[in-house]
């Protein structure tokens, strides 16, 4: 049996991972002097790195393991499901039991007449998926100029070609020629960096209508949908002001435009609900879905179909279109025990009535630091802001992220992973995080944002410079 265990030197593992490795989002040269951080094992909501260092994993790995580490049911699951059937495909009417059954359980848990699930490996190929079915859908409905998706900037949807385009990450956009033709992004909800002197309503109603306008410059007859995550993760945690959902909901219904919400942070409990479409009030035509369906156990993504959208598709002949892996029969089974743990433990009852507003609580008392302008969450997320200058929301004067990523070294040293966005330091903590655990989570961010503090201020670099506290 091959047992992948820590036999070398962590010199030895960075070495030869800068040697042969290629990181996502990592900047190579800087890694290879640094040396890449190794994680060897992992319990409950603790990391344990190669030189037996122990951290608090506030980030739940990416967004992803809602569960905790560690459940052997899930191992367990993937073992039997691999001695029975570990491979076959969906293509050409075949099926298997294991996709079966989580299309039927996913369908049950997902709202309204969101009944029909395309299985994909992951988020970004989920919405590649959503690209090519909303457009083919209007195709069917003989509405072919139906092609324009509109998204928003600062969105991050995947890292596919199709899903960076739908994403509005601009350092992603120039790498590779993006975004695709016919996507179009508007502006985010984000009142803190850009809500100015409006208030939080009447900026989340501003932002809404930019859907409006774009709509009415683009002509109804070639917009196909528009797609949005429920709360903003990777852009920031941006929690949008109360008054945005109900107004981009009107407007796709007005206009005749499909609602995807991009669900793959949001669904499986994060918010307290099955899916943040249903803790924000938003009636989507589309779901896409990842991460936590698994707890990041085993990949699997995919978009889950209103009965409409579906009908259509299925009368319209060959979808010409899907993966090798599309509902992997021990990934199916994995996210299958997932969902039943997630269930008969009271996950998003903890989330929704015990840890969510402890949480709330705690993290909004990280606002009594002078360099914190806001601390926000919603469920298992939160996003606080550094400033120089609360009452302003002033950005730093030194390039976006200096304070964030000095910030997020200091957290690894303390035994805490939480990540920045440029000058937000984000949280997304397994679900199960208990209140002594969101007290230690706290108290270690408390005194990781103070050490930064202090040395911000050594270095002369705690002053307000011209723009708003920024986050790109
Ligand atoms: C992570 C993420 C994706 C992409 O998922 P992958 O599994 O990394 O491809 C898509 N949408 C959102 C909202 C995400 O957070």
């Not at 683009?218 to 109900?246: C, H, K, N, T």
Request: charged share 20%; net charge negative.
């Amino acid at each position: 049996m091959t047992v992948i265990a820590n036999h070398l030197p962590t010199e030895e593992l960075q070495r030869l991972d800068a040697a042969h490795h290629l990181h996502p989002f990592t900047a190579g040269a800087e890694l290879k002097a640094k040396g890449a951080r190794v994680i060897t094992r992992a319990e409950g909501v603790f990391l344990t790195d190669s030189d037996g260092n122990r951290m608090l994993d506030a980030m739940a790995g990416l967004w992803c393991v809602n569960i905790g580490y560690g459940r052997k049911e899930l191992a367990e699951a993937a073992y039997a499901q691999m001695l029975q059937l570990p491979y076959y495909n969906t293509f050409f009417q075949t099926t298997h039991v294991p996709a079966i059954a989580l299309a039927k359980r996913l369908a049950d848990l997902a709202p309204g007449d969101l009944n029909h699930v395309f299985f994909a490996g992951s988020g970004s190929e989920a919405n590649d998926t959503n690209i090519r079915l909303v457009r083919h859908y209007w195709a069917a409905m003989g509405k072919p100029g139906k092609r324009v998706i509109i998204s928003r900037k600062n969105a991050y949807h995947g890292s596919t070609m199709g899903g960076a385009s739908l994403g509005g990450m601009e350092p992603m956009h120039e790498q590779g020629g993006l975004p695709l033709p016919d996507i179009v992004h508007i502006g985010q909800p984000h009142w803190y960096v850009e809500g100015g002197d409006m208030s939080p309503e009447a900026f989340g109603l501003m932002r809404a209508r930019e859907l409006e306008e774009a709509i009415g410059r683009l002509g109804e007859d070639r917009v196909a949908a528009f797609i949005a995550e429920p709360i903003q993760g990777a852009g920031g945690v941006i929690i949008p002001p109360d008054s945005y959902w109900p107004e981009i909901q009107r407007i796709c219904d007005a206009h005749d435009i499909l609602l995807i919400a991009d669900e793959v942070i949001t669904g499986f409990g994060r918010t307290g609900a099955w899916f943040g479409s249903q803790a924000l009030g938003i009636r989507p035509d589309i779901m896409t879905i990842a991460k936590g369906v698994t707890s990041g156990y085993q990949p699997l993504g995919g978009s889950i179909v209103a009965d409409g959208v579906a009908e259509v598709v299925n009368e319209a002949g060959d979808f010409n279109h899907g993966y090798t892996y599309s509902g992997h029969p021990v990934a199916a089974a994995v996210a299958l025990e997932n969902l039943r743990i997630l269930e008969e433990e009271h996950v998003l009852a903890h989330v929704r009535d015990v840890a969510g507003p402890y949480l709330a609580e705690e993290w909004a008392g990280l606002a009594e630091h002078p360099m914190v302008g806001e601390a926000k969450s919603f469920g298992m997320l939160g996003g606080l802001q550094l400033t120089p200058d609360k009452r302003t929301r002033a950005a730093f004067d030194a390039p976006a992220g200096t304070v964030g990523l000095r910030c997020r070294e200091i957290c690894f040293r303390n035994g805490l992973v939480m990540r920045h966005v440029g000058d937000r330091m984000i949280i997304s903590p397994p679900l199960v995080i208990t209140a002594a655990e969101i007290d230690l989570l706290v108290e270690r961010a408390w005194a990781s944002i103070d050490e930064a503090c202090d040395q911000i201020k050594a270095d002369g670099l705690f002053a307000a410079g011209p723009g708003v506290s920024e986050n790109a």
